[in-house]
């Protein structure tokens, strides 16, 4: 790859359509070169010409750019600004990302401040009743095949902070579900369903970060976020523990506590873990077995309390 990426910045038209509420409550977007005077009249306006009223479209752009740059900042290249012809890197490029964030937050903040009166109060603040139903038109439209307006219902919801959708989303660009694959966006989205806490995207996240994991620091930090699922009680963080300490590839094999984890795994029903525990029922020995099998009745009690 290049050490130089073009990135096209959309231009911003400034329509006469003013939202003092919008303005009153969202910060002022701060000050880009490239970017012209941005103001929130103007990003709205650009908004209903463009796509219709619709925001999702128009946040995921920006919320994309915004990953692809954190990207190429990482891997220490830069990037080209078109309509200046300047290489930004460094602490330059360091800043822009920082302006960055802050315009793709002050774009949610707006498309929240602006949206339709038809949507009632309750429906708004709400309750995870209302979330819950809106995410589960998306999975109607994802088993039915439809990914793209199975996206389109979840990507508000995922920039609200929806764990479930956060995790929706990182699925569908991890396969290219209705969209061309794209592991940045995944990890993206995964990265913020853990940092909820959230054991599907804790094990998402570390699941990635431990097929890309390129230094034994990078693989640590992945292994510890699927740890943290297994120990959340996730079934599928469970049994890759099982098979990460079985097959002994990242850590030392140890075939006992391999034993241990798909024994949770099987108290949860994982299909998989039948199989391994055929495996692992011929090279652990009677001793470790029971005390493994004492150690996961001890897990389980502290879980129910």
Not at 115 to 138: L, M, N, R, W
Not at 171 to 185: E, F, I, P, Q
């Amino acid at each position: 790859m290049s050490s130089r990426l073009i990135i096209v910045f959309s231009s911003i038209m400034i329509l006469p359509l003013l939202s003092s509420q919008a303005e009153a409550e969202c910060p002022a977007f701060p000050q880009v070169s490239w970017w012209g005077t941005l103001t929130h009249e103007g990003v709205i306006g650009y908004v209903n010409q463009k796509h219709g009223g619709d925001w999702a479209g128009y946040l995921e752009k920006w919320s994309r750019q915004l990953a692809n740059v954190r990207t190429i900042y990482g891997q220490g290249k830069g990037i080209k600004i078109p309509s200046t012809g300047i290489t930004i890197k460094g602490l330059q490029l360091s800043d822009y990302i920082d302006k960055l964030a802050q315009r793709v937050d002050i774009n949610l903040c707006l498309s929240k401040e602006t949206e339709p009166a038809t949507v009632s109060e309750e429906s708004k603040t709400s309750d995870k009743k209302f979330k819950i139903t809106v995410f589960g038109q998306g999975v109607n439209a994802y088993r039915a095949g439809d990914f793209k307006l199975a996206r389109e219902i979840w990507l508000p919801l995922a920039i609200e902070g929806n764990a479930k959708a956060q995790n929706a989303l990182g699925h569908l660009y991890r396969k290219g579900l209705g969209v061309v694959v794209d592991l940045a966006v995944s990890r993206r989205w995964y990265g913020k369903s853990a940092a909820q806490n959230d054991p599907v995207g804790l094990y998402s996240f570390g699941d990635l970060s431990r097929r890309e994991a390129k230094s034994k620091a990078e693989m640590a930090t992945a292994l510890s976020l699927i740890e943290k699922s297994a120990n959340l009680n996730y079934a599928a963080g469970q049994y890759a523990m099982a098979v990460i300490y079985h097959q002994g590839k990242e850590v030392a094999a140890d075939d006992s506590e391999a034993y241990f984890w798909n024994l949770l795994a099987q108290e949860n029903n994982y299909k998989k873990a039948p199989a391994l525990m055929e495996i692992l029922d011929k090279s652990v020995s009677a001793i470790d077995k029971d005390i493994q099998s004492e150690r996961v009745k001890e897990w389980l009690a502290k879980l129910k309390k």
